[in-house]
């Protein structure tokens, strides 16, 4: 094990802004320690502008790197995709990785270890239940508990929905990279709010009179997975009662994030 793949894991057990400013804990699990040392380094790179890493020298300072390696490393991950170049911003993840989140979270059992945390939640609201994960720039109900209760909303399985309107396109957005700065000013406010509160509610804006309440799902690793909701008549759901309803939304999620396994 050379002097630089030391740094890379000394670098690793110090960063983790990004789940600081999730208000997680900053205490990251250990950095795995493999033969492959170029992969090692690499992944170091993409954590380090995950962690808000934007300029080469904030990358190489980050990593610990040399600046002849973490150029090649840079250029090499830049020339797959997964990393790119903003004018203005500096280095961001690309947009492969998106890609291959989306390939993830198909593959992971996602609704059936869902289904048991969305039944409770929907008993113990009275509003119907979603799940959803994020398709590029929609959202896609991939579950969903219907309220017993004759007057009610009814998401559909499948159903695909805009990101800029309702509680749970928000949740998506609120933990996106930079989603703040290319949003309109009204909802870059709201966006920010989500990300304060760690939930987001809605009412009217996708359906007049429907009101919902949503919260962040994150998997292995503390990426965001999925958003768990409850929507219901805006007559049931004011602002004040959505507001009492968070907490019993936001256990739900953490219920879901337990049945996913231990972070990673």
């Known amino acids: 094990m050379g002097r630089e793949d030391e740094e890379v894991r000394w670098a690793l057990a110090t960063l983790d802004r990004a789940s600081v400013k999730r208000g997680r804990s900053a205490e990251p699990p250990p950095a795995p320690r493999t ?4 992969l090692d380094r690499s992944v170091a790179v993409l954590d380090a502008v995950q962690g808000g890493a934007r300029t080469f020298s904030a990358i190489a300072k980050a990593t610990g790197l040399t600046r002849p390696t973490a150029h ?4 090499a991950l830049e020339d797959h995709g997964l990393l790119f170049h903003v004018g203005g911003f500096g280095y961001a993840l690309g947009p492969r990785l998106l890609g291959l989140a989306a390939t993830a979270m198909r593959e992971l059992p996602l609704r059936e270890l869902a289904r048991p945390a969305l039944e409770r939640l929907a008993n113990t609201t009275g509003e119907s239940a979603q799940l959803f994960i994020r398709d590029g720039a ?4 991939v579950d969903a508990v219907q309220s017993e209760q004759e007057l009610r909303t009814i998401v559909e399985i499948g159903a695909s929905l805009p990101l800029d309107r309702g509680s749970a396109g928000r949740v998506f957005l ?9 949003a309109p000013g009204r909802l870059a406010q709201q966006i920010a709010t989500t990300r304060r509160r760690g939930w987001a509610e809605s009412h009217g804006e996708r359906e007049p009179g429907v009101a919902s309440v949503s919260a962040p799902v ?3 690793g503390q990426t965001l997975v999925a958003a768990v909701s409850i929507s219901g008549p805006a007559s049931r759901l004011p602002p004040l009662r959505a507001k009492e309803r968070a907490p019993v939304v936001l256990a739900a999620a953490r219920e879901i994030e337990a049945a996913l396994g231990p972070e990673r």
């Open 138 to 141: 929609r959202r896609v109900c």
């Open 72 to 75: 090649r490393l840079i250029g």
């Open 174 to 182: 609120a933990w996106s990279p930079n989603s703040t700065k290319s």
């Open 218 to 220: 994150f998997g292995p």
């Open 35 to 38: 033969p492959v040392g170029v």
